[in-house]
T-cell receptor, first 113, second 110 residues
């Protein structure tokens, strides 16, 4: 069974640009969550999608947005990039029922110059 | 608000036992998770507690006291490969949103 796949793995952008990150969940998982990981703040929740609907949202500005498609694949977008957006963006999928454990992808490492 | 505290760093000796503590104050509680993250890799699930008590899984055990807002992860028979960051996370409500602590960097030495 394939794991969570995130693309691209690494990218460099400049301030003011926008970026789109993609996540393909484990087959059969309908919940996809996004987290930002930085050395100082740890993992911070961005948002969760379930069946194409945003189910939970973290405390990030409106520049951060996401969506989920009918095949459960998800994208997140960050507009008007700032230096502080440099981070590892992790996607996690989960199945319904059970413990609800998250299965994380390897992440997309974004550097903003 | 949400607050999860765990030590920043710990060092232990190969073959020994180490306990990583986590205290939490969250607006709701629907379970506590422990994840392991090796440098440059994705976090991987270790354990889940929703009721008070001890959950044992091989060399790893996790304990929860909901009344005290406290959990610990116990690692026995430490191996060098256990050197990693250990993340405590609380599910405060419905869905799969987790609130994470900043992680405990464990270094296992010979």
């Amino acid at each position: 069974k394939a794991g969570v796949t995130q693309t691209p793995r690494y990218l460099i952008k400049t301030r003011g640009q926008q970026v789109t990150l993609s996540c393909s969940p484990i087959s059969g998982h309908r919940s996809v969550s996004w987290y930002q990981q930085t050395p100082g703040q740890g993992l911070q929740f961005l948002f969760e999608y379930f069946s194409e609907t945003q189910r939970n949202k973290g405390n990030f500005p409106g520049r951060f947005s996401g969506r989920q498609f009918s095949n459960s694949r998800s994208e997140m977008n960050v507009s008007t990039l700032e230096l502080g957006d440099s981070a590892l963006y992790l996607c996690a999928s989960s199945s319904q029922g059970g413990t609800g454990e998250l299965f994380f992808g390897e992440g997309s490492r974004l550097t903003v110059l | 608000g949400q607050n999860i505290d765990q030590p920043t760093e710990m060092t232990a000796t190969e073959g020994a036992i180490v306990q990583i503590n986590c205290t939490y104050q969250t607006s709701g509680f629907n379970g506590l998770f422990w994840y392991q993250q090796h440098a440059g890799e994705a976090p991987t699930f270790l354990s889940y507690n929703v009721l008070d008590g001890l959950e044992e899984k091989g060399r790893f055990s996790s304990f929860l006291s909901r009344s005290k807002g406290y959990s610990y992860l116990l690692l026995k028979e430490l191996q060098m490969k256990d050197s990693a960051s250990y993340l405590c996370a609380v599910k405060p409500g419905g869905g799969n949103k987790l609130t994470f602590g900043t992680g405990t960097q464990l270094k296992v030495e010979l």
